[in-house]
T-cell receptor, first 115, second 119 residues
Framework: KNQVEQSPQSLIILEGKNCTLQCNYTVSPFSNLRWYKQDTGRGPVSLTIMTFSENTKSNGRYTATLDADTKQSSLHITASQLSDSASYIC??????????????FGAGTRLAVHP | GAGVSQSPRYKVTKRGQDVALRCDPISGHVSLYWYRQALGQGPEFLTYFNYEAQQDKSGLPNDRFSAERPEGSISTLTIQRTEQRDSAMYRCASSLMAETGRLNTGELFFGEGSRLTVL
């Protein structure tokens, strides 16, 4: 079954600290992996998109890594800010029959950054 | 338009009523997705359009749910004979490119959602 599992479910860190969020998936065949940030009550906003040939991609203080062999990805946030408090959702795109990609969402990690 | 627009933003209805949720994607975007999101959960795929063609409707929970995109732009998600378990945030997203091929990394843009409450 094609699944995307994220850990931890929730995380609390102090402002200025770093943190790493994990995403494991079983989607096959794999097309790409995306990380989204979702503020409370808002729609998800894209942070990074990586294809199977990419190992790492950065967007400011956000760095995503991908290991397509072990089917794992991580999102590292450096020097966290209060505005980083949000849900972070891992989305894996799998190439399905008919030649189109289907997006499978993880349940997200809820990050709270405290002063 | 500048972004993905959804209406209504909030809808309260009585059990048994039909509701129609509208999504106006970014102009020129080929792909359009509908998702449903329960509180504290990630989005759950409902259906996907490539232009006006409904490529995948495997996520629609049952036959009370239907969606259309007749001219390849605006889409409507219709829920007939609503039930309390249908209460959720319904989100629409669009992408410039069709979601095909392993190298496609078309960015997905989400709307603000339609919050449906069935009493």
């Amino acid at each position: 079954k094609n699944q995307v599992e994220q850990s931890p479910q929730s995380l609390i860190i102090l402002e200025g600290k770093n943190c790493t969020l994990q995403c494991n998936y079983t989607v096959s065949p794999f097309s790409n992996l995306r990380w989204y940030k979702q503020d409370t009550g808002r729609g998800p906003v894209s942070l990074t998109i990586m294809t199977f040939s990419e190992n790492t991609k950065s967007n400011g203080r956000y760095t995503a890594t991908l290991d397509a062999d072990t089917k794992q990805s991580s999102l590292h946030i450096t020097a966290s800010q209060l505005s980083d408090s949000a849900s972070y959702i891992c989305v894996v795109s799998g190439l399905f029959s008919g030649g189109y990609n289907k997006l499978i969402f993880g349940a997200g990690t809820r990050l709270a950054v405290h002063p | 338009g500048a972004g993905v627009s959804q209406s209504p933003r909030y809808k309260v209805t009585k059990r048994g009523q039909d509701v129609a949720l509208r999504c106006d994607p970014i102009s020129g975007h080929v792909s359009l997705y509908w998702y449903r999101q329960a509180l504290g959960q990630g989005p759950e795929f409902l259906t996907y359009f490539n232009y006006e063609a409904q490529q995948d409707k495997s996520g629609l929970p049952n036959d009370r749910f239907s969606a259309e995109r007749p001219e390849g732009s605006i889409s409507t998600l219709t829920i007939q004979r609503t039930e309390q378990r249908d209460s959720a945030m319904y989100r629409c997203a669009s992408s410039l490119m069709a979601e095909t091929g392993r190298l496609n990394t078309g960015e997905l843009f989400f709307g603000e959602g339609s919050r449906l409450t069935v009493l």
